[in-house]
């Protein structure tokens, strides 16, 4: 008789069997990535399909590759520039956040921009100007560089990723959020986790997704559509 873990592991669907493509197959095996986490089974199919994504999901719980590995298949199928832009509270977790996307997206060449705040302001913005597919910032810090870098803007911006969304509105990030959020393009996909859903959460998912009428929401313990 299998244990119940076994029996568990044997219903999670593989990498492979929710849509992930070879190259990325690939640099999972290389990180030593086996198989997906509860919020990576949940998440990756529907982003893949074009939807918005809300995941209410713990530190550790896989969440960064749960919406790096969509956007890096994305960016696969259709090389461009600036592709995407995680938002991150802290600049610890914006270089993590880095590092993840670097290692993944190696087989692709994936060029990633990280805009943080204690950094030298002008080394940002040659950063930018090199046209990176993935940046990934304090809301502080990119909002100093849309408003003071010439050339620098998010018009063609396919991917907004808000992450640890509570902590980023406890941190009193909101109204620098939602100056982001009036620059960016309304036709676009946009993905918000949450360690936990806060009245403040519900109110910045119901700004950012770009239609959260008919999109998906998924959290730890399964999906749920968002209202």
């Known amino acids: ?27 999972l095996a290389a990180v030593g990535y086996t198989k997906p986490t509860p919020i990576q089974a949940q998440s990756i199919p529907p982003a893949l399909e074009g939807r918005d994504i809300i995941g209410v999901a713990e530190t550790g719980s896989g ?14 199928e259709e090389p461009k520039g600036l592709f995407a832009c995680v938002l991150a509270p802290t600049r610890e977790l914006a270089f993590q956040i880095s590092q993840q996307f670097e290692s ?4 692709i ?10 950094t030298d302001r002008m080394d940002q913005a040659v950063a930018l100007s090199k046209r990176p597919h993935i940046v990934i910032a304090t809301p502080g810090r990119l909002q100093d560089h849309l408003e ?44 918000l986790f949450s360690a936990t859903m806060t009245t403040k959460v519900a109110k910045l998912q ?22």
């Open 1 to 27: 008789m299998p244990s119940a873990d076994e029996a568990e592991s044997s219903k999670t669907p593989s990498f492979k069997e929710l849509g992930v493509i070879d190259p990325l197959l690939e640099a």
């Open 148 to 191: 003071n870098t010439k050339g620098f803007s998010l018009r063609g911006l396919k991917y907004l990723i808000l992450d640890e969304a509570d902590r980023l509105l406890d941190m009193d990030f909101g109204p620098v959020i939602d100056k982001i959020l009036r620059v960016i393009p309304k036709e676009r996909n946009t993905f």
């Open 109 to 118: 060449g994936v060029r990633t921009a990280v805009i943080v705040g204690g």
């Open 104 to 107: 993944l997206g190696s087989a």
């Open 63 to 76: 969440k960064t590759a749960a919406f790096a590995l969509p956007i890096l298949q994305k960016l696969w």
């Open 206 to 227: 119901r700004a950012s997704l770009s239609d959260p009428g008919r999109k998906w929401g998924v959290c730890s313990a399964g999906f749920r559509a968002t209202a």
